[in-house]
């Protein structure tokens, strides 16, 4: 059973950036694409980008664009998120999931069939 693991979370002030890790284990885990989620107090979780783990394509939120940069191990089964210039509503718990399929939409969480237990970034004004 494969599993996601997240790090690197943490408390920035705005402005400032942090890096997150996701690292897949558990069998022969290959995904087609892994991605992240987050999920804001109070709100329902929300697509952030994901990276198609082959040729590395990447994908963003309008919200996240040009600002957050995704990029892979394929080595060590690892996705990380790469934010700069942070912002207080950039506050969530964010989520690694993996898809194993290609897909017509990344955004939508049925697509992804794993989950990590997710890692909190508070941005600060």
């Known amino acids: 059973q494969a599993q996601l693991a997240e790090s690197g979370g943490g408390a920035v002030q705005a402005g400032g950036s942090l890096r997150l890790s996701c690292v897949a284990s558990g069998g022969s885990f290959s995904a087609y694409a892994m991605g992240w989620f987050r999920q804001k107090p109070g709100k329902e979780r929300e697509f952030v980008g994901t990276l198609i783990m082959s040729y590395g394509r990447a994908y963003y939120a309008d919200s996240v664009q040009g600002r957050f940069t995704l990029s892979r191990d394929n080595d060590k089964n690892a996705l990380y998120l790469q934010m700069n210039s942070l912002k207080p509503e950039d506050t969530a718990v964010y989520y690694c999931?993996?898809?194993?399929?290609?897909?017509?939409?990344?955004?939508?969480?049925?697509?992804?069939?794993?989950w990590g237990p997710g890692t909190q970034v508070t941005v600060s004004s």
């Open positions: 999931a993996a898809a194993m399929y290609a897909s017509l939409d990344y955004t939508r969480e049925r697509q992804y069939a794993y």
